[in-house]
């Protein structure tokens, strides 16, 4: 049962469908006609817009913060104008008359602050998160403007809504974490109006802000996260994930270019999958699409006709095992007591890293050692600083995770013997069960990660059997970076 309330025409079965188009989806005009004749498909709907920075502009902007924060105002000011000239070339292309002018007006006053903020971060050389986040909320601000403006120009009833009025979060600059109620309550009072009066609203993803206003974000690649969030609030009968790939697919196709669709998966599968590193889902999507029973298509802009990916609560069937997976750049951390067995370790372990915001992605404990699996090694000398007299604490870079997902996986063990056999002579360092019976998930340097999963694919996907599914395996998977 969903815990939301909603008060207004939509309150039952209506059509609402969010729509959110990454990076790529919204990288040129060509890309955001074919935005605009996926929206006009879905008029029939009630369309919400979700819309990422244009490719490669949020990388761009966090390089121009460092070399702004390292004295090169130039270069970071060079880059925010090829930034600039981008979008102005897009809004000519996309835009007559005096929408134009309008939109011409907007982008140059968002450019304008954008300067002045590199201008600041010269001065101050302070490039923390919390600058970082208002620095990279520029690109979604641009995006989102440009777009509903593409869309109103093509005969599209659409309006921009500023994003960070509508999601409400926590002051975890970074990464933030939505304050559920209050973002439930702003997204319903913001776009419920919009909607009855038949208005497509289009939002920037990834951006939002505190209670006080000041700017926060969801983590690299949180559009999606958007997108569920706004999804969740408005009781959305679906959400679309709109990226560049045929849907949720068995292994990265840039690493494995004989990666298939995988057509359906459930809540369960797909939150693995994304947690152990798939880049094509934030890892909080599915939460609020879980708790609200929503189900999250992953669709091609480039080929809209295609069925991609359903996730929706269902298992599929009664297979116990739907993917294999593999996550990059992870640090593996040794924790040894220096008193023995001591029961207070764990305690002091967790509340060391929770104070230092570093999450775990794995965990394996013995009496008196525990072994970590962290994204990030920036946390690391201060919680190891934290525990000094109680633990030692060593760690080491460039390791990948390689993880099979699947509901039951733990239960059929010549999955992990095949696994196994399969990558024998490449040096595996620690091996997981968990933290779901859906993952078994091995530890190997970073240099050999592609040579694992590839092996494991052509293992459970070989080409001379398309249809052939070994004991539920139908996905491996691998983050390109
Ligand atoms: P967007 O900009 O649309 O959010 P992303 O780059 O974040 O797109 O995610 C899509 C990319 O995810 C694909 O281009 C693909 O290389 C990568 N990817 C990694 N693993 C998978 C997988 N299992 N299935 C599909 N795509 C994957
Ligand atoms: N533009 C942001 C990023 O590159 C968010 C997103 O694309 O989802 O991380
Ligand atoms: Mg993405």
């Not at 025409?9 to 006609?33: H, L, N, P, W, Y």
């Not at 292994?251 to 999958?273: G, H, N, Q, Y």
């Not at 990948?400 to 040096?427: M, Q, T, Y």
Request: with cysteine; proline share 4%.
């Amino acid at each position: 049962m969903s815990g939301i309330q909603r008060q207004s025409r939509f309150e039952q079965g209506d059509d609402v469908v969010v729509m959110k188009f990454g990076g790529t989806s919204v990288e040129d005009a060509a890309a955001i006609r074919r935005l605009i004749g996926i929206v006009e498909d879905r008029r029939g709907a009630q369309p919400v817009i979700v819309v990422s920075a244009l490719a490669r502009v949020t990388d761009q902007l966090l390089e121009s913060g460092n070399a702004a924060a390292n004295g090169h105002l130039g270069s970071a000011l060079a880059t925010v104008r090829k930034i600039y000239v981008r979008h102005e070339e897009l809004a000519d292309s996309l835009v007559d008359g005096s929408a134009y002018g309008s939109l011409d007006r907007a982008l140059r006053t968002e450019f304008q602050a954008l300067e002045s903020l590199l201008h600041d971060l010269e001065n101050s050389r302070e490039f923390d998160l919390r600058v970082q986040d208002r620095l990279l909320g520029f690109g979604e601000c641009f995006s989102s403007k440009l777009v509903a403006e593409a869309l109103f120009e093509a005969g599209i009833s659409a309006a921009y809504v500023d994003a960070r009025l509508c999601i409400a979060t926590d002051a975890r600059h970074g990464q933030a974490s939505p304050l559920w109620g209050l973002t439930n309550q702003r997204i319903q009072e913001t776009l419920m109006p919009l909607l009855e009066s038949g208005c497509i609203p289009v939002l920037g993803g990834f951006i939002a802000s505190t209670v006080e206003g000041v700017p926060t974000t969801l983590g690299r690649g949180g559009s999606d996260f958007s997108a569920a969030i706004v999804g969740a609030a408005l009781g959305a009968a679906r959400v679309e994930i709109w990226t560049d790939v045929d849907g949720v697919m068995t292994t990265d196709p840039k690493i494995c270019p004989e990666a298939r669709v995988i057509p359906k998966m459930s809540f369960d599968e797909a939150a693995d999958l994304a947690q152990f590193g798939a880049k094509v889902l934030h890892p909080a999507t599915l939460a609020p699409a879980m708790r609200e029973n929503i189900p999250v298509y992953v669709l091609n802009s480039r080929r809209p006709n295609g069925s991609g990916t359903e996730i929706t609560a269902r298992a599929r069937g009664d297979k116990p095992v739907s993917a294999i997976t593999a996550k990059r750049n992870v640090a593996a951390v040794e924790i040894e007591s220096a008193r023995g067995i001591d029961s207070n370790l764990l305690d002091a372990v967790f509340a060391a890293f929770e104070r230092h915001h570093c999450s775990v992605d794995v965990m394996a404990t013995s009496p008196g050692r525990m072994s970590l699996l962290v994204a990030s090694t920036a946390a690391l000398p201060k919680i190891a600083e934290d525990l000094c007299g109680l633990a030692d604490v060593r760690w080491e870079n460039h390791r990948a995770l390689v993880c099979l997902v699947g509901e039951n996986i733990r239960h059929k063990p010549e999955v992990a013997s095949k696994v196994f056999a399969a990558v024998s002579d490449i040096d595996v360092h620690m091996l997981c069960q968990g933290p779901s019976d859906r993952t078994i998930s091995f530890l190997v340097e970073e240099s050999k990660v592609e040579e694992a999963v590839e092996r494991l694919h052509h293992l459970f996907f070989p080409k001379s059997e398309p249809g052939r599914d070994w004991g539920g395996i139908s996905a491996a998977y691998c983050q390109a970076g």
